[in-house]
C-alpha cells in the first residue's frame, strides 16, 4: 500500500505498508523524502513498478518519479504552470495525464510523454476577454519573523510600477491552509489598477511540516498576529510598498488576521476588506457548527477553560482601535462563520464614524459560489481598495 506519511519526520513523505503472504502487515517505511517540499498528490502505475510524485515546494508543484522495484528517483520535466493535481497514468504507463493551473493559467488538462518528456495540452478553458499574457505571475519571497521564523510570500507586482506602490496583504483562510500561486480574478483586478498583492504563508500554514502548522495554536497565535507586522515591515523595508498606502484582506481565518491586522496595527493599514472572518470567540463557539467548535478548540483554545485568553485574542474587544476604513462581505447562510461575526464589526465601526460597507449575500453561505455573487464581490473590494489605497478620491 503506498501512502502520504508524516509519521517519521515533519514534512510529509512517499511511504508504503508491505502485507506479508501470511497477512502481516509491515510497519510504514518511507520511501521519498525531501527537506524543502511536502508530498502532494501521487499516482502509481498499473503494473505497479512507478509511482509520480508531485511535491508542494513552498505552494510550487514539482514532479518527480520513483522506479518501486529499485526506488531509484528522478526528478520530471518542468510543469507547464505552477499548481499540478489529478494525476493518471496510461495502461501501459507511458503517458501521464494532469490537471495545471496557475497564476496566469486556468485550469486544464495536460498530457506527458514520458518517452519524450514534452507536454501536451489537452484542454483549452475558456477566458473569454481576459489576455492571460498580460496577466502577473508572482515571484517567492522569504523573510523572517520577529522571533527569526523564516517566512515567505508570493509577490504580484504592478506592471509598469517603479518605487514603493499601494499593496495589499491577503492573507489565507483554514488557518491551515496554504497560499499558492493560483488563478485569482481578484489579485489581478487590483493589480490592473495599480495595486500589488503580497500573499504570505505565515506561522500555521500547511506545506511546511508539522511543527511550522502548529506554531499558531492557542497562546501561539499571539506569535502568529505579530507575523501580520513582520510582513508589513519587510514590503516596506524593502521598499516594494508604500508605507501610506498598505490594505489587509483575507476570507474565514484570513478575515480574522484582517481584523487583528486592523486592531492590533492600526498604524499600518488604510483600509481593508474581511470576508467572512471570524472576531468573537465567544460568539464563533456559540453560533458555529458544533463538529467546528469541536475542532476549533484545539486551534484556538477552549471556551470552557481558556476564556479569557479567547477574549483576549478577538479583535473585537480591540475594533475601537481601528481606524481604517473597512469593507465587510458575508454570506447570510454561512453556518461556519455565522453572520453575526460580521454584524458586529459593522455596527461597532459604524457607531465610531469609521468608514465601513458592508455587503451581504442572502444565497450564499461560507464563501461564495454563485457567479454573480463572485463579480460582485471582487468588484466591490478591488473599488474599495482603489478608493482608500490609490488616491482615486
Not at 476549533?296 to 477552549?302: A, C, D, F, M
Amino acid at each position: 500500500i503506498y501512502l502520504s506519511s508524516n509519521l517519521n519526520s515533519d514534512r510529509t513523505v512517499f511511504a508504503r505498508i508491505k502485507i506479508l503472504p501470511d497477512g502481516t502487515v509491515t510497519a510504514i517505511q518511507d520511501i521519498a523524502a525531501r527537506d524543502d517540499a511536502e508530498l502532494g498528490p501521487f499516482a502509481v502505475s498499473d503494473d505497479g513498478t512507478l509511482a509520480a510524485l508531485l511535491w508542494n515546494a513552498r505552494g510550487e508543484s514539482l514532479l518527480e518519479f520513483v522506479n518501486l522495484e529499485t526506488l531509484e528517483r528522478e526528478p520530471g520535466p518542468e510543469l507547464p504552470a505552477e499548481i499540478a493535481g489529478g494525476l493518471e497514468f496510461s495502461d501501459d504507463g507511458r503517458y501521464l495525464a494532469m490537471t495545471l493551473s496557475g497564476a496566469a493559467a486556468p485550469s486544464d488538462i495536460w498530457i506527458l510523454d514520458r518517452k519524450s518528456s514534452e507536454f501536451r495540452q489537452l484542454t483549452h478553458s475558456p477566458h473569454a476577454g481576459v489576455d492571460l499574457e498580460s496577466m502577473v505571475r508572482p515571484r517567492l519571497l522569504t523573510y523572517p519573523a520577529h522571533d527569526g521564523l523564516e517566512l515567505s510570500g508570493w509577490l504580484y507586482q504592478p506592471i509598469d510600477t517603479e518605487g514603493p506602490a499601494p499593496f495589499v496583504l491577503s492573507f489565507h483562510g483554514g488557518p491551515e491552509g496554504q497560499e499558492r500561486p493560483r488563478f485569482r480574478s481578484d489579485y489581478q483586478a487590483l493589480l490592473a489598477r495599480g495595486i500589488g498583492v503580497f500573499a504570505p504563508n505565515v506561522r500555521g500554514s500547511s506545506g511546511f511540516g508539522k511543527r511550522f502548522v502548529n506554531l499558531d495554536n492557542g497562546v501561539l497565535r499571539y506569535d502568529g498576529i505579530k507575523d501580520i507586522k513582520a510582513t508589513v515591515e519587510f514590503l516596506v523595508g524593502e521598499e516594494v510598498a508604500d508605507p501610506k498606502r498598505i490594505g489587509i484582506m483575507g476570507g474565514s481565518y484570513g478575515g480574522y488576521m484582517t481584523m487583528a491586522g486592523l486592531a492590533w496595527y492600526p498604524e499600518l493599514f488604510a483600509a481593508g476588506a474581511n470576508l467572512f472572518g471570524v472576531v468573537n470567540f465567544e460568539t464563533f463557539f456559540a453560533e458555529t457548527e458544533p463538529w467546528m467548535a469541536a475542532i476549533s478548540t484545539i486551534e484556538y483554545g477552549n471556551p470552557a477553560t481558556e476564556a479569557a485568553l479567547l477574549r483576549d485574542l478577538s479583535p473585537i474587544h480591540k475594533v475601537d482601535r481601528v481606524k481604517a476604513p473597512t469593507i465587510v462581505l458575508h454570506g447570510a447562510n454561512d453556518t461556519n462563520v455565522p453572520v453575526v461575526e460580521a454584524e458586529q464589526v459593522v455596527e461597532s465601526l459604524e457607531s465610531r464614524g469609521v468608514p465601513v460597507e458592508y455587503v451581504l449575500f442572502a444565497d450564499e453561505g461560507h464563501g461564495f459560489r454563485k457567479t454573480k455573487n463572485r463579480i460582485t464581490s471582487t468588484v466591490s473590494i478591488v473599488d474599495w481598495f482603489e478608493r482608500y489605497l490609490a488616491g482615486s478620491e
